[in-house]
């Protein structure tokens, strides 16, 4: 049987490398973007193929050689597979955006140099989050993806860029100051942080300890998620930057938090008890977000609260605690993910036809822009739920998930459920027909869109479409997946050192074994 591990560290290695190369180009430009292109494809096709390959049982690294839990471990499932693959395509997808926009704005607009070492870290650092079997290298994931981001955000030295700039450090760096108290109080409760063996060691400890560290985690995780009422920062920080960074931010970053409270929750705290809190943070991030999406008059803000409003669906998948609402969860993310970032972009074509993105001062687009106007309807028809699209059948397959659940507080998700799904209609609806068909107060005129900034939009588009038409086999492979993260059994069983992996220990500790015992709460390793 082929080895395949191989390919688990690659979505990692490769854009770090890239990153240094793209690094050492800085005086040659016009290498950087055929460095960055190349890798991300490479990155791409690596995910598409654990995607599948992990399809027969998770495949696991041993960084350095050194087996869990002594060492860190690389593990691809088919959560962390199935996140990757639409990850990669959103961020090439992106990236060929941004190249556009740059060429045709004759270069005064084109990233500079430092963006694309910056971008592929980004990108390192989402796949390295997503592929960590161990706590403390998901901290560092999301260290590595914030410090790029704080770049990207504040790219173009604008006043109003550095000061949203300064408010993401304020709150990125509070959520993980959170984080990484919560790996000091659960190593010092377990005396280990990697994910499988505290899989085993958590259920041991007193229950109230285990209470306070999964509130901790919770909480770091929600800020970086966006979970009301820790979501307030991301309206005022994200609209601020490029369309091509604002995009990727909504379609990535958000959910790296709520991929990590989907792994923390079925893997280490499968006892559920706050699900019921967290099914009441999922109605209030549901229905305070649209209402706040419904208030804007701006698109882009228009599409944070909307982002943020639509975090409340995946978080009412995870609160539901069944395989249905796990599965339907994490269809919903690899949907939000294309959609959404989508939605940016084409929103950055908007604000290159009509010079603004405020729906007061726009209008009158589609006579110009006809193509941009359909561009826009397919996503935001779909963000919207309108069947048959990929939006339609996650939201489904959430309030069927709910009504089977069938208490009181399901119910009363279900019901708000529908209610931000229509009131998403109306927000989305009005921001077409105002930016497309009002008369607007000067006649915008026709502008050449570069199709090299119309075809990665659309392609987005593309793969929102795939998702839909594609549903059914899609959706059997998220339930496949949320039955193994129920089970626990195959991430465990993979993870922890057998007898072809190893004992976890080096030779120089199993040396000192012989002498000595070492006691960290619970065990040694």
């Known amino acids: 049987m082929t080895d395949w591990s191989w390919l688990v560290p690659l979505p990692v290695v490769i854009p770090l490398f890239a990153a240094g190369l793209a690094l050492a180009l800085f005086r040659r430009p016009r290498l950087q973007p055929i460095v960055s ?12 193929m654990l995607l599948v390959i992990v399809d027969d049982g998770p495949l696991v690294v041993d960084v350095g050689d050194w087996a869990a839990p002594v060492g860190i471990d690389l593990v691809a499932d088919r959560l962390s597979a199935l996140m990757l693959t639409i990850s990669s395509a959103v961020t090439l997808c992106v990236l060929l955006y941004s190249l556009a926009q740059g060429r045709d704005d004759d270069e005064e607009s084109a990233p500079v140099s430092i963006y694309h070492p910056t971008y592929l870290v980004l990108t390192a650092g989402v796949a390295n989050a997503f592929l960590s079997g161990d706590l403390f290298n998901i901290y560092v994931g999301f260290e590595i993806l914030l410090a790029a981001s704080f770049v990207l955000l504040t790219l173009g030295g604008t006043g109003e860029r550095i000061r949203a700039g300064s408010i993401y450090v304020v709150v990125a760096l509070l959520s993980s100051v959170l984080f990484l108290v919560a790996i000091a109080l659960i190593y010092a409760a377990t005396g280990t942080v ?102 804007q008059d701006d698109i882009k803000r228009l599409l944070s609260f909307t982002l943020v409003s639509h975090i409340g669906y995946m978080v009412f998948g995870i609160a539901l605690s069944t395989d249905a609402g796990w599965t339907a969860s994490i269809y919903y993310v690899a949907h939000h993910i294309t959609v959404q970032t989508a939605l940016f972009l084409v929103v950055g074509l908007v604000e290159r036809v009509g010079g603004s993105t405020s729906l007061t001062r726009l209008g ?36 069927e998930a709910g009504v089977h659940v069938g208490t009181p507080l399901a119910y009363t998700l279900v019901v708000g459920g529908i209610v931000t799904s229509l009131l998403t209609l109306y927000a989305l609806i009005k921001a ?93 390793g």
């Open 432 to 524: 077409w027909n105002k930016a497309f068909w009002q008369t607007p107060e000067v006649e915008p005129r026709p502008v050449h869109l570069p199709f090299g900034m119309v075809g990665p939009a659309a392609a987005l588009i593309g793969v929102g479409l795939v998702l839909t038409f594609a549903g059914g086999p899609l959706y059997a492979y998220t339930e496949r997946a949320s039955v193994a993260l129920v089970e626990r059994t195959p991430y465990i069983d993979a993870v922890l050192p057998d007898g072809e992996r190893g004992t976890g220990d080096s030779a120089d500790v199993a040396d000192r074994d012989d002498h000595i015992t070492i006691d960290l709460g619970g065990g040694h």
């Open 37 to 48: 292109v190349t890798a991300l494809s490479l990155v791409l096709i690596a995910s598409v």
């Open 364 to 399: 009158g687009l589609a006579r110009v822009a006809p193509v941009l106007a359909i561009l826009f309807f397919v996503p935001a028809m779909n963000l919207a739920g309108i069947p048959p699209l990929s939006g339609f059948l996650g939201k489904l397959g959430l309030l």
């Open 194 to 295: 990697n994910l499988a063996q505290l899989a085993i060691r958590l259920p041991e400890i007193d229950p109230g300890i285990r209470l306070v560290l999964q509130v901790l985690l919770l909480l770091a995780f929600a800020i970086k998620a966006a979970i009301f009422p820790l979501s307030a920062w991301l309206p005022d920080s994200y609209p601020t930057a490029p369309a091509p960074v604002t995009a990727v931010f909504a379609g990535l970053l958000t959910k790296v938090g709520v991929y990590a409270i989907i792994r923390t929750q079925t893997l280490l705290f499968p006892d559920g008890r706050l699900d019921d809190v967290l099914m009441w943070l999922a109605l209030a991030t549901m229905v305070v977000g649209i209402l706040g999406a419904v208030a």
